[in-house]
């Protein structure tokens, strides 16, 4: 296994591990990859990890990383704040889909729209997984969610929310959006790395959606969860959306 | 005075020059009448070249999540709103309750509820005390006249700082849009930043949430103490003719001066009422009013709502004692008409 997943990050505070997240949850396997681009680019010290309001909020004490935890769909703007104040600080505002598609996309379409310096990172599982599975933006066609129990009707709720597609057409040239997978850790890791080198350079806002596991509310067993998030990925098309190109120095 | 140079501006240009004068170094803020001189003056402030920065939010949530983010990073940051804003900002006004933090804003009391209008009222006064979901652990200061908004804007920022309470400086339309003579002195104390996060050589990691109710329980138990004990230090109010009076007018900000002005009518009419004026709503000077009173037979309260100050006031007192009230939601009292009241 040590060579497909790289080892424990160095950035990690130990004695808060295991974390409190569900058995099965994606969010370890994100935030993984993200201590380990943390280690590789050596920012421990300068960052702020900020935590949205949802299953994101676990994260807080699991670094040795400065966090904080704000109110569901507030950590974009409070992240906005910091980096204006502390322009030298990286900023990663990290939130669940609910958090940045619904309450707080107002924030998170005004941020990227204003080019805002900082990385925001969207763990989507399609639903509201810590209030016990209710209907997100980002729910499936059919999906049935404990607010959609027939099903999500795409007729009628619209279809499941594309959000750094939406912010291609709203972000200047020098953004950087992508969509990974936790069923593609490395891919996704070279994602958040790139968002993070984005940031560093200060060279515009940086956004990395992850299509992430909720076997408790999607009451899936092991294999269940894969052929669900494999079926998120046949909507959800993962890649780099805005990927500016770089002249190497 | 000889040697004092005054100006001659309108409040929300006083506001927010006061704000720059306190040290604030970003504003972040949602147009809203009768708050946006502000904006538009610090605006100015903030040019290319200038070390102060302004951004002008997506609406008022954010601008107050905005200013949470700035003081997270040592930085002294403030914002304005009124009404319908207000409500929204309550919201991050709640978080710094929670966290301890210096959020400072400035509040243009407008006629509500809801969009109402958008000249004047006295009716934030439970929204700016007890808006959020805890138990009203801020500051708010009520500015009578142009010079006391300057002055008590640069204390909001000292006291924020001072006591990590969320402070607001409860102005309103008519104050925010009139123009006047005002003495912008410096600061004299300006009270030292201390950045909670974002400092290189300690890991802070910052909850908000908390697992269990005894771990909230402690924390808030502690928060409560200490705003009991430094409510010493923070409370502050005026008394006009307490010596000659047997009835007390209670009143704040703009209807307090008319008040005042009313006293004087009175007076030469031979008839005598002290006035006692909140400076400070929140912490309220009750242990005061608790020793005045017995001196009193009747408390009029005057405002411009339908008791919001009163119900505010007879909670914070143990004395029992004859009340009467002039109230006029959303609508302006004039001197003249307290004075035909009370003649």
Redesign the interface.
């Known amino acids: 296994m040590s060579e497909v997943l790289p080892s424990f990050p160095k950035c990690y505070?130990e004695k808060s591990w295991p974390s409190l997240f569900c058995p099965g949850c994606g969010h370890p396997i994100v935030l993984k990859m993200l201590g380990q681009v943390i280690d590789e680019l050596a920012i421990a010290?300068?960052s702020?990890l900020?935590l949205d309001?949802g299953c994101s909020?676990l994260a807080?004490?699991l670094?040795?990383?400065?966090?904080?935890?704000?109110?569901h769909g507030?950590t974009v703007?409070?992240?906005?704040?910091?980096?204006?104040?502390?322009p030298n600080?990286i900023i990663i505002a990290y939130m669940g889909d609910g958090g940045a598609y619904a309450i707080g996309l107002?924030?998170l379409?005004?941020s990227a729209h204003r080019d805002d310096k900082i990385t925001v990172i969207v763990v989507n599982n399609t639903l509201y997984a810590m209030t016990g599975g209710q209907y997100a933006p980002t729910t499936l066609c059919d999906e049935r969610t404990t607010t959609t129990p027939e099903g999500r009707n795409c007729q009628t709720a619209g279809i499941p929310f594309p959000g750094p597609e939406t912010l291609s057409a709203m972000t200047t040239k020098n953004a950087y959006l992508a969509r990974g997978s936790v069923l593609q850790p490395l891919v996704l890791k070279s994602y958040l790395k790139k968002a993070l080198q984005h940031q560093i350079e200060n060279r515009g806002f940086s956004f990395v959606e992850a299509l992430s596991f909720c076997p408790l509310n999607w009451k899936t067993d092991a294999a269940g969860s894969i052929k669900f998030l494999e079926k998120m990925q046949n909507y959800f098309k993962v890649g780099e959306i805005k990927c500016p190109k770089i002249s190497k120095s | 005075m000889f040697g004092t140079k005054f100006e001659f501006m309108m409040g929300g240009e006083i506001a927010a020059y006061a704000a720059k004068a306190a040290g604030a170094k970003i504003m972040f803020g949602y147009p809203i009448t009768p708050t946006t001189e502000i904006l538009e003056t610090w605006a100015k402030f903030a040019g290319e070249k200038s070390q102060l920065k302004f951004v002008q939010t997506e609406d008022e949530t954010s601008a107050g999540f905005g200013v949470i983010g700035a003081i997270l990073a040592g930085v002294k940051a403030f914002t304005t709103s009124a009404g319908p804003g207000h409500v929204l900002l309550q919201d991050p006004i709640s978080m710094a309750e929670a966290m301890r933090l210096p959020f400072v804003v400035i509040i243009g009391q407008r006629g509500g509820p809801s969009t109402g209008q958008v000249i004047y009222s006295q009716q934030e006064v439970n929204l700016a005390c007890f808006g959020g979901n805890g138990e009203g652990l801020r500051q708010v200061y009520a500015p009578s006249n142009l010079q006391e908004l300057y002055d008590l804007t640069i204390l909001a920022f000292q006291n924020a700082w001072r006591y990590r309470f969320p402070t607001i400086v409860l102005a309103d339309g008519y104050l925010l849009k009139a123009k006047g003579k005002v003495n912008l002195k410096k600061s004299r104390v300006n009270y030292p930043t201390i950045s909670v996060l974002g400092d290189e050589k300690k890991i802070v990691n910052l909850a908000n949430t908390f697992n269990m109710e005894e771990d909230l329980n402690a924390v808030l138990e502690k928060n409560i103490h200490e705003y009991k004990e430094k409510s010493k230090e923070i409370v502050s109010f005026e008394t006009h003719n307490l010596r000659n009076a047997k009835e007390l007018i209670i009143a704040f900000g703009s209807v307090a001066s008319a008040c005042q002005q009313a006293l004087e009518m009175l007076k030469k009419a031979g008839k005598n009422y002290a006035l006692f004026r909140p400076i400070t709503l929140r912490p309220l000077a009750s242990k005061t009013l608790n020793n005045l009173l017995p001196r009193f037979k009747k408390i009029i309260f005057i405002e411009s709502s339908a008791g919001q100050l009163e119900k505010l006031v007879k909670g914070a007192i143990d004395v029992k004692i004859e009340t009467e009230n002039i109230r006029k939601p959303a609508m302006a009292i004039m001197a003249q008409e307290i004075y035909e009241r009370l003649k």
């Not at chain 1, 670094?63 to 109110?71: C, L």
């Open positions: 505070k010290h300068k702020l900020a309001i909020l807080w004490d670094f040795d990383v400065d966090t904080i935890q704000t109110h507030r703007p409070l992240a906005a704040g910091f980096k204006l104040a502390k600080g107002q924030s379409l005004t």
